[in-house]
């Protein structure tokens, strides 16, 4: 099943995101084929992250919170807000 993640940065901690990017990507890299989309959201400057959404493969709803919870990111308290929920894609170009 596919589920989208969307996860709001905390104001003024794009230090932690920078700081923790590497560590990031290396856990995102593990999820392989399952991880279909993923990338930073931007500010009104169409340049500053304040954010990611992922779209990805996992079990269920709980197991897809879980591997959220696991990111790097989310391990170093860069998220303000994390909103993980079932997707199904409808309409576009198919993932």
Known sequence: MLFIACCTDKPDHLHVRLETRPAHLAFLAEKGDALKVGGPTLGDDSETPNGSLLIFE??????AKAWVAQDPYASAGLFEKVVVRPW????GKGL
């Open 88 to 91: 199904r894609h409808a309409v």
């Open 58 to 63: 996992e079990t269920d709803l709980e197991a």
